[in-house]
């Protein structure tokens, strides 16, 4: 089942997504619109997104606000020198791409409750639009 989160580590996380969000409005004049659409309940939770930006991760994982939620990364990625000190969290799962049986970890999370956020294409895309998975 899911680790418990001490209340500590979740008044500091309540604490940086409120930060983060003051942030992404005043500084990108980010607006969300349709979260009346997100399952408030869930027992199994995979949402997609496209990705077109290095700050979509953590621009979701703001928002999305659900307290658990993973995001899969490609371990090759998340090792560039840039990336990596923000890779090395409880909110990244980190799996090698070219491995048929790397998401099999994945799978038993998410069937034990954990909501997860993936990009499919696994590059941030060229053209705006969704590329290949």
């Not at 840039?82 to 990244?92: G, V």
Request: proline share 5%; net charge positive.
């Amino acid at each position: 089942m899911l680790p418990a989160r001490t209340p500590a580590k979740r008044l500091f996380f309540k604490a940086v997504r409120l930060f983060l969000k003051a942030y992404f409005r005043l500084v990108h004049s980010v607006e969300v619109r349709g979260r009346e659409n997100l399952p408030a309940t869930f027992r199994k939770l995979i949402i997609v997104s496209n990705h077109a930006s290095l700050f979509d991760g953590i621009v979701l994982w703001t928002y999305l606000e659900y307290e658990n939620l993973k995001i899969i990364v490609d371990r090759t990625r998340a090792g560039e020198w840039l990336l990596k000190p923000f890779m090395q969290n409880s909110y990244t799962v980190q799996i090698d791409s070219m491995n048929p049986y790397a998401l099999k970890g994945v799978i038993d999370e998410v069937n034990g409750g954990t909501p997860l956020l993936i990009f499919p294409e696994g590059r941030i895309t060229r053209t705006g639009r969704l590329m290949k998975v």
